[in-house]
């Protein structure tokens, strides 16, 4: 009895973790800050893939880690780790109804991530969905030039320049080819970084990672 009570556990132990054990993965690729998206896909209808990728790579990039664990076959449990930075980011605001001149602002995302990827395609293709939470912490800075700017027309600099952390949420689509053990992906994945934790009158923050990047 104590052996088949054994036998059945290695037995459940091994389905468990029949689709992979604990698997590492790199990759980088293009970010999209939230409001540029749209730009990104109708380069894509209109132009193609290379034309979409090279509005996005012009907007911000983004590099990271991920690591993987196999719970059954369809679905893995996945943590990730990246840094996002965007350049060059122009800004408007108005002032007792004036417009002022557009300024610059840089900012950068440090997203950590914990979820689960549902694997509805796993063969030679693999096709994976992921939904996770996130934690972000975040930065946002003028450019030196526009410093003065702002403080001309009284506009508090903090608005804009500033450091935060933030709780949200992220869905991802994951496509990619095994071969081997080795599994080349290209990921799409939207990250909203203030999905459930974010300040009264804070606006939803979001943005797109376009990403190639492999496992192993």
């Not at 796993?122 to 975040?138: A, C, D, L």
């Not at 496509?175 to 939803?204: A, R």
């Amino acid at each position: 009895m104590v052996l088949a009570g054994y036998f059945t556990l290695c037995t459940s132990a091994s389905e468990l973790l029949a689709g992979e054990g604990i698997r590492l993965g790199l990759f980088g690729g293009a970010a999209v800050p939230g409001g540029n998206v749209g730009n990104v896909y109708r380069k894509l209808y209109s132009d193609g893939v290379q034309s979409a990728y090279n509005e996005a790579n012009s907007l911000g990039s983004c590099f990271g880690a991920k690591v993987r664990l196999g719970i059954t076959e369809g679905f893995s449990l996945q943590g990730t780790a990246s840094y996002n930075y965007f350049t060059d980011q122009k800004q408007r605001v108005v002032v007792n109804g004036i417009e002022i001149p557009q300024f610059l602002t840089s900012a950068s995302f440090v997203p950590v991530t914990a979820g689960v990827v549902w694997w509805p395609i796993r063969s030679f293709v693999t096709i994976g969905v992921t939904g996770e939470v996130v934690y972000t912490y975040h930065s946002v800075s003028v450019s030196d030039s526009d410093e003065d700017l702002l403080r001309n027309y009284g506009i508090n600099i903090g608005n804009f320049d500033h450091s935060r952390s933030d709780v949200g949420a992220a869905l991802g689509l994951s496509v990619g080819i095994d071969i081997l053990g080795i599994e080349p992906h290209v990921d799409i994945k939207n990250v909203w970084t203030n999905q459930f934790v974010k300040g009264t009158n804070d606006p939803l923050t979001s943005f797109l990672q376009i990403s190639l990047g492999v496992v192993l």
